[in-house]
Nanobody
Framework: VQLQASGGGLVKTGGSLRLSCAAS????????VGWFRQAPGKEREFVAS????????DYEQAVKGRFTISRANAGNTVYLQMNTLKPEDTAVYYC??????????????????WGQGTLVTVSS
Protein backbone atom coordinates (compact mmCIF):
# COMPACT_ATOMS: atom_id res chain seq x y z
CA VAL A 1 0.00 0.00 0.00
CA GLN A 2 1.41 3.36 -0.99
CA LEU A 3 0.15 6.91 -1.15
CA GLN A 4 2.13 9.33 -3.26
CA ALA A 5 1.62 13.05 -2.72
CA SER A 6 2.90 15.38 -5.41
CA GLY A 7 2.43 18.83 -6.86
CA GLY A 8 4.12 20.95 -4.26
CA GLY A 9 6.48 23.76 -5.12
CA LEU A 10 7.31 27.41 -4.70
CA VAL A 11 4.59 29.94 -5.47
CA LYS A 12 4.02 33.62 -4.77
CA THR A 13 1.32 34.94 -2.50
CA GLY A 14 -2.01 34.78 -4.28
CA GLY A 15 -0.91 31.96 -6.53
CA SER A 16 -2.32 28.47 -6.96
CA LEU A 17 -1.15 24.90 -6.79
CA ARG A 18 -2.87 21.57 -7.23
CA LEU A 19 -1.68 18.68 -5.11
CA SER A 20 -2.33 15.09 -6.11
CA CYS A 21 -2.55 11.99 -3.96
CA ALA A 22 -2.16 8.81 -5.97
CA ALA A 23 -2.68 5.41 -4.41
CA SER A 24 -1.38 1.98 -5.21
CA UNK A 25 -2.44 -1.14 -3.43
CA UNK A 26 -5.72 0.32 -2.22
CA UNK A 27 -8.80 1.84 -3.79
CA UNK A 28 -9.23 5.42 -2.59
CA UNK A 29 -12.94 5.47 -3.34
CA UNK A 30 -13.62 3.15 -0.41
CA UNK A 31 -11.66 5.30 2.03
CA UNK A 32 -12.00 8.76 3.43
CA VAL A 33 -9.03 10.74 2.18
CA GLY A 34 -7.61 13.61 4.13
CA TRP A 35 -4.97 16.24 3.58
CA PHE A 36 -2.89 17.41 6.51
CA ARG A 37 -0.02 19.85 6.68
CA GLN A 38 2.90 20.47 8.95
CA ALA A 39 4.70 23.77 9.09
CA PRO A 40 8.22 24.04 10.56
CA GLY A 41 8.11 23.78 14.33
CA LYS A 42 4.37 23.08 14.41
CA GLU A 43 2.13 20.09 14.84
CA ARG A 44 0.62 18.37 11.84
CA GLU A 45 -2.84 19.79 11.29
CA PHE A 46 -5.94 18.86 9.36
CA VAL A 47 -6.61 20.68 6.10
CA ALA A 48 -9.42 18.91 4.25
CA SER A 49 -11.13 15.57 3.80
CA UNK A 50 -13.51 13.81 1.44
CA UNK A 51 -15.55 10.89 2.71
CA UNK A 52 -15.64 7.48 1.09
CA UNK A 53 -19.37 6.97 1.22
CA UNK A 54 -21.07 10.25 0.36
CA UNK A 55 -18.14 12.21 -1.00
CA UNK A 56 -18.89 15.02 1.41
CA UNK A 57 -16.06 17.41 2.15
CA ASP A 58 -14.74 19.12 5.23
CA TYR A 59 -12.23 21.95 5.54
CA GLU A 60 -10.17 23.59 8.19
CA GLN A 61 -11.51 27.08 8.76
CA ALA A 62 -8.42 28.89 7.49
CA VAL A 63 -8.62 27.28 4.05
CA LYS A 64 -12.39 27.38 3.46
CA GLY A 65 -13.21 29.11 0.22
CA ARG A 66 -9.61 28.83 -1.02
CA PHE A 67 -8.94 25.08 -1.10
CA THR A 68 -11.01 22.38 -2.77
CA ILE A 69 -10.62 18.65 -2.28
CA SER A 70 -11.93 16.35 -4.98
CA ARG A 71 -11.67 12.86 -6.40
CA ALA A 72 -10.75 11.98 -9.95
CA ASN A 73 -13.77 10.68 -11.87
CA ALA A 74 -11.67 7.74 -12.96
CA GLY A 75 -8.48 6.47 -11.50
CA ASN A 76 -7.24 6.36 -7.97
CA THR A 77 -6.33 9.96 -7.21
CA VAL A 78 -7.52 12.70 -4.90
CA TYR A 79 -6.68 16.33 -5.50
CA LEU A 80 -6.29 19.42 -3.37
CA GLN A 81 -6.71 22.59 -5.40
CA MET A 82 -5.19 25.47 -3.48
CA ASN A 83 -5.98 29.02 -4.58
CA THR A 84 -5.15 32.42 -3.16
CA LEU A 85 -2.21 30.97 -1.32
CA LYS A 86 -0.75 32.81 1.65
CA PRO A 87 2.66 32.59 3.30
CA GLU A 88 1.02 30.86 6.28
CA ASP A 89 0.06 27.99 3.96
CA THR A 90 3.74 27.08 3.73
CA ALA A 91 4.13 23.52 4.98
CA VAL A 92 4.71 19.94 4.03
CA TYR A 93 1.37 18.56 2.87
CA TYR A 94 0.47 14.93 3.51
CA CYS A 95 -2.38 12.85 2.18
CA UNK A 96 -3.86 10.06 4.21
CA UNK A 97 -6.54 7.42 3.81
CA UNK A 98 -8.64 5.66 6.38
CA UNK A 99 -12.10 5.15 7.78
CA UNK A 100 -12.36 7.78 10.49
CA UNK A 101 -15.52 8.41 12.43
CA UNK A 102 -17.14 11.81 12.31
CA UNK A 103 -15.26 12.60 15.52
CA UNK A 104 -11.87 11.56 14.17
CA UNK A 105 -12.06 12.81 10.61
CA UNK A 106 -9.96 15.87 11.46
CA UNK A 107 -7.48 13.91 13.56
CA UNK A 108 -4.37 12.02 12.54
CA UNK A 109 -5.42 8.88 14.38
CA UNK A 110 -8.44 8.57 12.10
CA UNK A 111 -6.23 7.64 9.16
CA UNK A 112 -4.35 4.41 8.62
CA UNK A 113 -2.33 5.07 5.48
CA TRP A 114 -0.06 8.07 4.91
CA GLY A 115 1.89 9.46 2.01
CA GLN A 116 5.39 10.89 2.26
CA GLY A 117 4.50 14.56 1.94
CA THR A 118 5.08 17.30 -0.60
CA LEU A 119 6.49 20.72 0.25
CA VAL A 120 4.52 23.87 -0.49
CA THR A 121 6.32 27.17 -0.09
CA VAL A 122 4.46 30.44 -0.50
CA SER A 123 6.66 33.51 -0.77
CA SER A 124 5.49 36.94 0.28
Amino acid sequence: VQLQASGGGLVKTGGSLRLSCAASGLTLRVYTVGWFRQAPGKEREFVASITWNSGSTDYEQAVKGRFTISRANAGNTVYLQMNTLKPEDTAVYYCAAGRPTSNSRERREGYRYWGQGTLVTVSS
